[in-house]
Nanobody, 125 residues
Framework: QVQLVESGGGLVQPGGSLRLSCTAS????????MGWFRQAPGKEREFVAG????????YYADSVKGRFTISRDNAENTVYLQMNSLKPEDTAVYYC??????????????????WGQGTQVTVSS
C-alpha cells in the first residue's frame, strides 16, 4: 500500500494562484508515475496533469495547458501542482494518484493504483 496526502487547497479569486502538494509514504516513490485529477460536483473525475517517475515527461489536459505546472521532488517523496491564472471552472476537489505500470495511459483514471483523499480548490469572486 502507498499512502498519498494532498495539501494546499483553498479559496482564491479568479486570476489567483495556488500550489498543491502531494506527499507519499514509503521509500518507493520514484517507482511511480504520478498524476493529478479533479472532480467537480456532478461531474466525473478528470485528468489534469501527469509526470513520469524521474520527472522527465509531463502531460497536461488541454484545459490547463499554459496555466498549470506539475513537478516532483523524489528526495522529498512529493509531487506538486502549481496553478496560475485560476478560473471559476477550475473549482473542484483535486486528487493526486500513483501509477505503477509503465504501459498504461497517464490520462485514464483506471491507470492509477493509489489515490489521495483530495483537497478542495474553490475559485470565486
Amino acid at each position: 500500500q502507498v499512502q498519498l496526502v494532498e495539501s494546499g487547497g483553498g479559496l482564491v479569486q479568479p486570476g489567483g494562484s495556488l500550489r498543491l502538494s502531494c506527499t507519499a509514504s514509503g521509500h518507493t516513490f520514484d517507482s511511480y508515475d504520478m498524476g493529478w485529477f479533479r472532480q467537480a460536483p456532478g461531474k466525473e473525475r478528470e485528468f489534469v496533469a501527469g509526470i513520469g517517475r524521474s520527472g522527465g515527461g509531463t502531460y497536461y489536459a488541454d484545459s490547463v495547458k499554459g496555466r498549470f505546472t506539475i513537478s516532483r521532488d523524489n528526495a522529498e517523496n512529493t509531487v506538486y501542482l502549481q496553478m496560475n491564472s485560476l478560473k471559476p471552472e477550475d473549482t473542484a476537489v483535486y486528487y493526486c494518484a500513483a501509477k505503477g505500470r509503465w504501459n498504461v495511459s497517464y490520462y485514464q483514471r483506471r491507470s492509477y493504483d493509489y489515490w489521495g483523499q483530495g483537497t478542495q480548490v474553490t475559485v470565486s469572486s
